[in-house]
């Protein structure tokens, strides 16, 4: 079993910057993915970026050049930092580990742009 536990969500206003801390604990092995969704009112979960073991990344076209993920393997943790956010931003963002077939979850953290 493996548990997530996030941090940093919060309220920022728009321009602002967050950065979401995620840390991973349990039984992880060797190759995994880390990375976060967010979830908005009325929406569908949607991946916002992703980091591989080996360092290959994944973005939303919407966050690109704005978000930037980053991992320490040794630590498990994966880190979002959030630049220039933008109301649209708002949502639960959720961390999510993927290894094998399987795949665990954050309990999510609140971000919150103003306009």
């Known amino acids: 079993q493996v548990q997530l536990v996030e941090s940093g969500g919060g309220l920022v206003q728009a321009g602002g910057s967050l950065t979401l801390s995620c840390a991973a604990s349990?039984?992880?092995?060797?190759?995994?993915?880390m990375g976060w969704y967010r979830q908005a009112p009325g929406k569908q979960r949607e991946l916002v970026a992703s980091?591989?073991?080996?360092?290959?990344?994944n973005y939303d076209d919407s966050v690109k050049g704005r978000f930037t993920i980053s991992r320490d393997n040794a630590k498990n943790t994966v880190n979002l930092q959030m630049n220039s956010l933008k109301s649209e931003d708002t949502a639960v963002y959720y961390c999510?580990?993927?290894?094998?077939?399987?795949?665990?979850w954050g309990q999510g953290t609140q971000v919150s742009v103003s306009s």
């Open positions: 980091m591989a073991t080996g360092g290959s990344t």
């Open positions: 999510y580990l993927k290894q094998g077939v399987r795949e665990y």
């Open positions: 349990g039984s992880i092995f060797g190759f995994n993915t």
